[in-house]
């Protein structure tokens, strides 16, 4: 099992910056991906970044060229820096990691106001 755990979320104006954090524990040593997801209201959830356990990153297209991921894995927390935040990125964002089964954290929200 692993337990996921985001912090970072809060109130931005547009164009602003966020980082989130989401630290992982238990049986995080076959993790083999670790993403965010965010989920705006009465949209579907979609893939903002990701990580691999070799340290390969993909982003969405929306996000590439504003957001990072890195990991810090004496800490075994990812990170999501955030920057030209806007509006419509208002949003619960979710961490996600993957062995042999799914784990979700419980959301963060981030609002951007305009």
């Known amino acids: 099992q692993v337990q996921l755990e985001e912090s970072g979320g809060g109130l931005v104006q547009a164009g602003g910056s966020l980082r989130l954090s989401c630290a992982a524990s238990g049986s995080i040593l076959r993790i083999v991906v670790m993403q965010w997801f965010r989920q705006a209201p009465g949209k579907q959830r979609e893939l903002v970044a990701g990580?691999?356990?070799?340290?390969?990153?993909h982003y969405g297209d929306s996000v590439k060229g504003r957001f990072t991921i890195s990991r810090d894995n004496g800490k075994n927390t990812v990170y999501l820096q955030m920057n030209s935040l806007k509006p419509e990125e208002t949003a619960v964002y979710y961490c996600y990691a993957q062995d042999s089964s799914i784990y979700w954290g419980q959301g963060t929200q981030v609002t951007v106001s305009s």
């Open positions: 990580i691999t356990s070799g340290g390969s990153t």
